[in-house]
Each structure stands twice: as structure tokens, then as C-alpha cells.
């Protein structure tokens, strides 16, 4: 009984483990989407007003011709 008793502790220790370490995953892998998440916005942001900087000097292109 008490051999039961180490195995059963030693097995929910190691799952208790692997647990942690998932946990750990994943609040790594959720910060690097976060990170990725951000820098898609700050090169849509950036495309979005380089379009209008172009179509601005477009049209003052044509205006002054």
C-alpha cells in the first residue's frame, strides 16, 4: 500500500509539472501573439497613411499641371 501511495504521489507530482510547464507555454506563446498581433496594427496603421500621404501628392500632382 504504501508503494501505491509514492507511485500515485510521483505520478500527479509529474503531471503537476507537465502542467506548469504547459502553463508557462503558454503564457509565452500568447505574449509573442500579442507582440505579433501589435506589430501587424503599427504596418497596417503605417500602410493606411503612407495610401493617403500618396493620394494627397497625387492629387496635388494634378492640381499643379
Known amino acids: ?8 504521489h510521483s505520478v500527479f507530482f509529474h503531471f503537476r509539472m ?3 510547464e504547459l502553463s508557462s507555454w503558454k503564457v509565452t506563446l500568447y505574449t509573442k ?3 505579433a498581433q501589435s506589430a ?3 504596418l ?3 500602410r ?3 495610401q ?6 497625387n492629387r496635388s500632382v494634378f492640381l499643379t499641371s
Open 33 to 35: 501573439f500579442r507582440q
Open 52 to 57: 493617403q500621404y500618396l493620394t494627397q501628392t
Open 18 to 20: 507537465m502542467s506548469d
Open 48 to 50: 493606411s497613411q503612407l
Open 44 to 46: 497596417l496603421d503605417e
Open 1 to 8: 500500500l504504501d508503494i501505491l501511495i509514492i507511485m500515485t
Open 40 to 42: 501587424i496594427q503599427r
